[in-house]
Structures are given as C-alpha cells and as structure tokens.
C-alpha cells in the first residue's frame, strides 16, 4: 500500500522540480553556445556530411510514409472500385 500511494507521489514530485529547473539548467550549460562555436569550426566537408548523414535519414522516412500512405490509398481504391 505505502509503495502504491507514495511512489507516484515522489516519482510526480521529482519530475516537476527537474521540469520546472531545466530551462535554468540548459541555460547554465550554455548549450546552444558549444553547439554554435564547434558548428563554425567544421570545414565545409563535414558540414557536407553531417547534412547529407540527416537528409538521408529524413528522406529515408519520407519514402516509408509514402509507401505506406499509397498502399493505404491503393487498397481504399481498389475496395471502392469493387464495390
């Protein structure tokens, strides 16, 4: 009973604190900065490849979700045309 009722409390209670402590702890990391200064020191090359490495896997997810949308879409068709 005690693990039931008091475990969610704190578990609830924990994630709010860290919730409301995050903008202030990213803040304090100065992330957005590091992610900047290391982004201007890469040469053109890696630039290339890190976007190219993203644009793959972003495509990559296109394609699946078109395959899948037309399947949906020819087997909608094909039912309709029968019925």
């Known amino acids: 009973m005690l693990v039931d009722e008091w475990v969610p409390k704190f578990v609830s209670l924990g994630l709010t604190f860290i ?9 304090t990391l100065e992330i957005e900065e590091m992610v900047t200064s290391q982004v201007r020191h890469f040469s053109v090359q890696e630039l290339e490849q890190v976007i190219l490495m993203i644009s793959k896997k972003e495509f990559r997810t296109i394609t699946y979700l078109g395959f899948l949308l ?7 068709q094909g039912l309709l045309f029968f019925i």
Request: aromatic share 0%; net charge positive; hydrophobic share 55%.
């Open 19 to 27: 919730a409301g402590k995050a903008k202030d702890m990213l803040a």
């Open 70 to 76: 037309g399947g949906i879409i020819g087997l909608i």
